[in-house]
């Protein structure tokens, strides 16, 4: 049974494009529409998981580690920047209460 879909994506491709896109859906056995969409699912795939995930050498997690069991005494900046967090959190809080 064919999955009910409502979405459509139109693109303007040259002819060049279209017969190459065509080949290769043929030699996969699968339609323009179909090779096109898996093919753009795959892509966007790759680059959700590329800007998800953080790579780091041993040295950087051995690093990152020590930071998060001992971290750095907090400075007046970094102070202030939790102030003005913690009021914006309340402000929103406050918000949401009144309208609820």
């Known amino acids: 049974m064919l ?3 409502g979405k459509r994506l139109t693109t303007r491709i040259t002819d060049h494009v279209q017969e190459k896109l065509q080949m290769a859906a043929d030699i996969v ?3 323009l529409n ?3 969409v898996q093919a753009a699912l795959e892509k966007a795939e790759k680059v959700i998981e590329s800007e998800s995930t953080i ?3 041993r040295r950087e997690s051995l690093a990152l580690l020590e930071l998060i069991e001992n971290p750095p005494p ?3 900046q970094f102070l202030q920047a939790q ?3 913690q009021g914006i959190k309340n402000d929103a809080s ?3 209460e ?3």
Do not use: H, P
Request: without cysteine; aromatic residues 8%; positive net charge.
């Open 94 to 96: 406050s918000t949401a």
């Open 74 to 76: 907090r400075n007046e």
């Open 29 to 31: 056995g699968a339609t």
């Open 55 to 57: 790579v780091l050498t």
């Open 83 to 85: 102030a003005r967090y």
């Open 3 to 5: 999955a009910r879909t």
């Open 34 to 36: 179909q090779f096109v």
């Open 98 to 100: 009144r309208q609820a």
